[in-house]
């Protein structure tokens, strides 16, 4: 009994459905959150050697250790 008067006390919201977002909303910030992703692969992949943009190894030692949790040779 005592249940039932606790829980009859509790309002419930009313839940309205979510209109979907448009795809011209979502796109730039897509390809932006995409771009970000390949600037960090790049930096954490390949930023050394041949295709170094930066001289030096101060990337290097900055990626160092997502290079090897990512599975990048670097040694």
Do not use: N
């Amino acid at each position: 009994m005592a249940e039932a008067v606790a829980s009859a006390a509790i309002p419930t919201p009313a839940v309205s459905p979510s209109a979907p977002l448009p795809v011209k909303a979502v796109l730039p910030w897509a390809l932006f959150g995409g771009l970000l992703m390949l600037v960090a692969l790049y930096f954490v992949g390949a930023e050394q050697g041949a295709t170094s943009v930066f001289s030096g190894a101060g990337v290097h030692e900055w990626v160092h250790d997502g290079r090897h949790l990512l599975g990048f040779p670097c040694h």
